[in-house]
């Protein structure tokens, strides 16, 4: 079995997958942490390993960019490979000064101006949020390794080069400290599904200070949020 996006076998991809946007980093983390890994994607240089982290079988594939790239991915994962759960291991911007390049922070929920959930299944909802059994999995891990986190809602962003920002403004007015680009897509899948989806990300630039992550950084600089996903998808696995 196969999709226009994913030449995968249904047996090929694990029940729990982690989630970066860049393929070249799920290549990375394959190759650096998981043991056996073996591809099972390479349409469109979207990458995709599945192998074992102490013991378990988890994989990890790229969803790209925007909303509309992690909607296609995900959303077949749920429903064609019967993935259970999906973490979103990505980078984001700091709306605050609480946050400096290379925190981690983990999404209590997802704000987009996006109409991707209305289009999609006729959900209203502006706010989607995570599974909670998977976020306290996320807890339980960052405790375990002794790495601070902290919680907040994101920004789910439709626009990466903004000419207007009233749309930053709203989304700060209502509580958002990060911003990212697509979280509240993969939530809301997670939620029409009927399956698990949580998100990590570090910080890679700042909207306060003077801070921002190489493209280099970005790919593979990121381990400690990786270790984090990698110890709750066993938990889960």
């Given at each position: 079995m196969s999709t226009p996006h994913n030449e995968a076998a249904k047996q090929e991809i694990a029940k729990v997958v982690l989630m970066p946007g860049d393929p070249l980093r799920a290549k990375y983390i394959a190759d650096t942490y998981l043991k056996d890994a073996k591809p099972f994607n390479t349409i469109r240089g979207m990458l995709g390993f599945t192998g074992t982290y102490e013991g378990k079988r988890i994989?990890?594939?790229g969803s790209g960019m925007g909303i509309p790239?992690?909607?296609?991915?995900?959303?077949?994962?749920?429903?064609?490979?019967?993935?259970?759960?999906?973490?979103?291991?990505?980078?984001?911007?700091?709306?605050?000064k609480n946050h400096h390049l290379f925190d981690i922070v983990l999404a209590d929920s997802a704000y987009s101006e996006s109409t991707y959930a209305l289009t999609m299944s006729n959900d209203e909802n502006m706010i989607q949020f995570p599974d909670p059994e998977l976020n306290d999995l996320i807890r339980q891990a960052a405790e375990n390794l002794k790495l601070p986190i902290s919680e907040t809602r994101f920004h789910s962003s439709d626009v990466f080069y903004n000419q207007e920002?009233?749309?930053v403004q709203d989304?700060?007015?209502l509580g958002c400290t990060v911003v990212e680009m697509e979280s509240f897509g993969l939530f809301h899948n997670a939620k029409a599904c009927r399956k698990k989806a949580a998100a990590i990300c570090t910080i890679s630039d700042s909207f306060?200070?003077?801070?921002?992550?190489t493209p280099k950084q970005r790919e593979q600089n990121f381990d400690q949020m990786v270790l984090l996903a990698l110890n709750a998808a066993a938990k889960l696995a």
């Open positions: 994989s990890v594939m790239s992690i909607g296609i991915y995900s959303y077949e994962l749920f429903t064609e490979y019967d993935v259970d759960a999906i973490i979103r291991i990505g980078s984001c911007g700091g709306y605050t920002q009233q749309p989304a700060k007015a306060v200070f003077e801070e921002k992550a």
